[in-house]
C-alpha cells in the first residue's frame, strides 16, 4: 500500500512565501514523475508543476501562472517531493495536492493541504 503525505500549507498575505512537502511511503520500488495540482473553491482541479528523473536529470513543468514563482524540487532516495512557492497572489489561494506516479504507472494522491493568500 501506498500513502502520500503533504505538508507545509497555511494562510500567508500576498507575497510572502510557501514551501509543500510531500513524502510517500509503502510499497514503493521507484517513482516516475511527481507533483502538484490544486483546486479553488468552485474550480476543476488544475496543473501546477511536475517533475521528472531520467538518469539523474530533473524535468520540470509549470503552469504559466506559476512560472517564475513557484520551484519544485524532488528527493529520489527519501521519495518526496517540494514546490517552494514564492511572491504569492490571493489567486493562488486553493488545497494543494500532491500525487506521485509509480513504476506501473498507478498514480496516488495525498489528502491536499490548503494554502490561503490574502491580499
Known amino acids: 500500500q501506498v500513502q502520500v503525505v503533504e505538508s507545509g500549507g497555511g494562510l500567508v498575505q500576498a507575497g510572502e512565501s510557501l514551501r509543500l512537502s510531500c513524502a510517500a511511503s509503502g510499497s514503493i520500488f521507484s517513482i516516475k514523475p511527481m507533483g502538484w495540482y490544486r483546486q479553488a473553491p468552485g474550480k476543476q482541479r488544475e496543473f501546477v508543476a511536475r517533475?521528472?528523473?531520467?538518469?539523474?536529470?530533473?524535468?520540470?513543468n509549470y503552469v504559466d501562472s506559476v512560472k517564475g514563482r513557484f520551484t519544485i524540487s524532488r528527493d529520489n532516495a527519501k521519495n518526496t517531493v517540494r514546490l517552494q512557492m514564492n511572491s504569492l497572489k490571493p489567486e493562488d489561494t486553493a488545497v494543494y495536492y500532491c500525487?506521485?506516479?509509480?513504476?506501473?504507472?498507478?498514480?496516488?494522491w495525498g489528502q491536499g493541504t490548503q494554502v490561503t493568500v490574502s491580499s
Open positions: 517533475i521528472t528523473s531520467d538518469r539523474n536529470t530533473n524535468y520540470v
Open positions: 500525487y506521485i506516479t509509480v513504476a506501473n504507472g498507478n498514480v496516488y
